[in-house]
């Protein structure tokens, strides 16, 4: 039996008591409760040629504090508008937004393969990874976007963020993501911790060069 598509106002499924999965008829507002944990819908931030995107706890309905214990950035269909490399970046904020230069160490590794089958790697990106650095880190590998740039380039994927607002220890974080790069699928893989004790209260995302030129990037919060 084939299932098409189904169409919702709103949807309650609930397996056993006390463990229901629900969806609110906006499409980025999922909310879903499951064996007592849930994740919530915060923001959405649209860029649009956009220099920044940040989300900063307390500021138009952001919440980035001891709420939750883990938080989830998806990021759908960033288009960067540089001319030649690009790569999508974030740092951390632990004064409100004022200063994004928290110290980081990281690792860092890409899998690609072309359309024509010719060429399979899995590769440690040395040039991504971050040891003690105060820089903003690299959520994709290089990607080389001609003078005007095609409209089907672009960035999906997941950022995790751990108990943020800890001010016993240091914020573990891990990303995963697809870019499509001219022929290529490369699959970016990051991990690390922010080497501070102090909360992290506000994230950045920007690009090396350029504007982030489309796309959405949403916030839930986990329980």
Known sequence: MAL??????SLNVTPVANKAISFDSDPDALEATLSGGSMTFIKKLTASSSSTLSFVDGSSDVV???????????????????????????????DTGSNYNVTKTTSAFHA???EGNSDTALT?????DLTQSTDFQQLTSEVTF?????????????LHLFNPSSTTF??????????????????DFV????????????????????NIDAGD???YGIL
């Open 112 to 114: 690609r393969h072309d």
């Open 217 to 219: 990037i949403c916030l």
């Open 191 to 210: 991990a690390g911790y922010a080497n501070t004790t102090s909360a992290i209260d506000a994230i950045q995302f920007k690009m090396t060069s350029g």
């Open 64 to 94: 980035l504090d001891s709420t939750y214990k883990e938080y989830m950035f998806i990021f759908k269909n960033i288009h960067p508008n540089p001319t030649g490399n690009a790569h999508v970046l974030f740092n951390f904020s632990a």
């Open 4 to 9: 098409n598509k189904l169409k919702y106002n």
């Open 170 to 187: 240091v914020k573990h974080f891990i990303s995963t993501g697809l870019h499509y790069a001219s022929t290529y699928a490369v699959n």
């Open 124 to 128: 440690y990106d040395t040039a991504a």
């Open 146 to 158: 001609p003078a005007s740039p095609n409209n089907d380039e672009h960035y999906s994927g997941y």
